[in-house]
């Protein structure tokens, strides 16, 4: 939750990644957010509406999961200093 008057954080990322099929993407975005939102205390509550979802439509040819995975990270480090300052 993040002050004044509640304000909840959402955060959509969307991209045209294509990643291997079984690819567990739920996993990378935990890791990419336990390493970004989840370092961040704005009011030391925890609001049960903040969201961050990823969607990837699979248009582009198929990417290396390491490498998908480091640019999620990066991407979620930034938009989360944008929340900080």
């Keep these: 939750m993040i002050e004044p008057n509640m304000a909840t954080m959402l955060c959509y990322i969307l991209s045209d990644v294509s990643l291997p099929e079984g690819t567990d993407l739920?996993?990378?975005?935990?890791?990419?957010?336990d390493q970004s939102f989840n370092c961040l205390t704005i009011d030391s509550d925890t609001s049960t509406s903040d969201t961050v979802a990823l969607l990837c439509n699979g248009l582009s040819g198929e990417s290396s999961v390491q490498?998908?995975?480091?640019?999620l990270t990066e991407i979620c480090i930034d938009l989360t200093k944008l929340i900080a300052t």
């Design 26 to 33: 739920y996993s990378i975005l935990k890791s990419s957010v």
């Design 67 to 71: 490498d998908f995975s480091k640019a």
